[in-house]
């Protein structure tokens, strides 16, 4: 017998149903009444019956169609073993050794929401870190083999130490050059020091991606991203530094992450329109980012107030893909890419000042998660993160999402039950988010 995918999100389209795949990610539209007559002959049609067959229907063409994209299966095939095995099979063959490099724990700004709290720290990489680093990524790269390098800048804010990259960079991309491994780097950030002097610098290393947070236009921004001592706003510094580096091409997109709550979340399109009014649309990539509670650091209270609910959220984050359609941007193709997460790689490592590791960039500043040290590491696997029997869990509700989420975000999920290996569903806000983006690009 033949039957739909579990991996399939039907979504209503006045006469019509559109069909995504989450597995796959491929995408069909058909009537609704083509759909009730499929279903109909699903119970005596199966891949046996259509292989033999000289002279099809229409039906039947649609059909081989839908098999063929993955969107009907054979019922005696199992997609949830299989999924699983395309999970372990991915991660196995990833290749890509994955630096995320925090420069320091150290911050110039003071946003209520950030994830890190009271515990950024005046803690800066020094040269003798970096000259380990270099040490310990070679010794990694002879006893594991990766065809790529790819170095992320991650802080605090990691330009206040734009010494310890200008002096790391090279060392790693000669490594690369050794090794006839390809190179890469990007880097998070707040902006306000990313000149063009940094940029050019960054662009030598095959720089592809920079991402750059702002929370709206100026007062919106400037009232949740200021300075920590002076209280002096950030974005008219920022917004120059992004249209210099656009300007002198230092790369093709910039990626602008835009974090959201009930304080900013209507001033929001003002910013779309100051990047359409200077005629950058094309050259910015949107990114929205929900804020959810994280650590009770002296941030309890701002997201007791702040923060919105998962109906809300998808909603709010449906009406920012619109509002950013309408003015030409690019919107994103669904809510996530995959649960491809740095927890979930087998070559991945958030390396601290000092050379002290965890798997998760949401955990730096928690020493109490350190499970290693480039002095003595040899494995970049934290015995916290290799438990997927979550993914099972998900897949035993015939959830079709869990290509798409993988069971959500450990961070989350240690958060809400303590544990890095439970589930963390977040079902009807990402099956809606999904839902609408495929109705927005689809049209």
């Avoid at 998660?369 to 970049?380: A, K, R």
Wanted: aromatic share 10%; net charge positive.
């Amino acid at each position: 017998m033949i039957t739909w995918s579990m991996f399939n999100l039907f979504i209503d389209d006045s006469d019509h149903l559109i069909i995504r795949n989450t597995l796959t990610t491929t995408t069909v539209r058909i009537t609704k009444k083509t759909k009730e007559e499929i279903d109909k002959s699903l119970s005596f049609i199966d891949c046996e019956y259509l292989d033999n067959l000289k002279d099809s229907t229409n039906q039947e063409n649609t059909i081989k169609i839908l098999l063929d994209k993955k969107i009907l299966v054979d019922s005696l095939k199992n997609e949830k073993k299989e999924y699983k095995e395309l999970f372990l099979k991915y991660r196995q063959e990833d290749k890509v050794l994955a630096l995320y490099i925090t420069t320091t724990l150290d911050c110039q700004l003071d946003c209520p929401y950030c994830f890190e709290g009271n515990n950024k720290t005046k803690e800066y990489m020094t040269k003798e870190d970096a000259d380990k680093i270099k040490t310990w990524t070679t010794h990694y790269l002879n006893k594991n083999f990766c065809d790529k390098i790819r170095v992320i800048f991650y802080g605090g804010e990691p330009l206040l130490n734009k010494k310890l990259i200008r002096y790391i960079l090279p060392k790693l991309k000669n490594i690369a050059d050794e090794k006839k491994l390809s190179f890469e780097t990007g880097i998070l950030t707040n902006g306000e020091f990313f000149d063009l002097e940094i940029g050019k610098f960054l662009k030598k290393y095959n720089l592809n991606k920079i991402q750059i947070t702002l929370d709206g236009p100026e007062n919106c921004h400037n009232a949740r991203r200021h300075r920590k001592k002076s209280k002096k706003g950030t974005f008219q510094k920022i917004i120059n530094n992004i249209f210099c580096l656009i300007e002198n091409n230092i790369i093709e997109k910039i990626d602008i992450r835009i974090n959201f709550d009930k304080q900013n979340i209507s001033f929001i399109p003002e910013l779309f329109d100051l990047f359409v009014d200077n005629k950058i649309e094309k050259r910015i990539s949107l990114s929205f980012g929900i804020i959810t509670p994280t650590i009770y650091i002296n941030t309890k209270n701002y997201f007791e107030e702040n923060t919105l609910g998962q109906t809300i959220n998808a909603e709010k984050y449906l009406w920012l893909c619109s509002e950013a359609k309408k003015r030409g941007f690019s919107i994103p193709k669904e809510f996530l890419s995959g649960p491809w997460c740095a927890t979930r790689k087998i070559h991945s490592a958030v390396i601290l000042p000092r050379g002290n590791i965890v798997k998760c960039i949401s955990l730096v500043g928690r020493n109490d998660f350190i499970f290693g040290n480039i002095n003595n590491c040899d494995n970049l696997e934290d015995e916290q993160f290799t438990n997927f029997e979550y993914i099972s869990n998900c897949l035993e509700q015939n959830c079709p999402l869990v290509p798409i989420c993988g069971g959500g975000c450990r961070f989350e999920a240690y958060l809400s039950k303590g544990d890095f290996s439970k589930p963390h569903c977040q079902r009807k806000m990402v099956e809606t988010i999904n839902k609408g983006l495929v109705l927005l690009n689809y049209k």
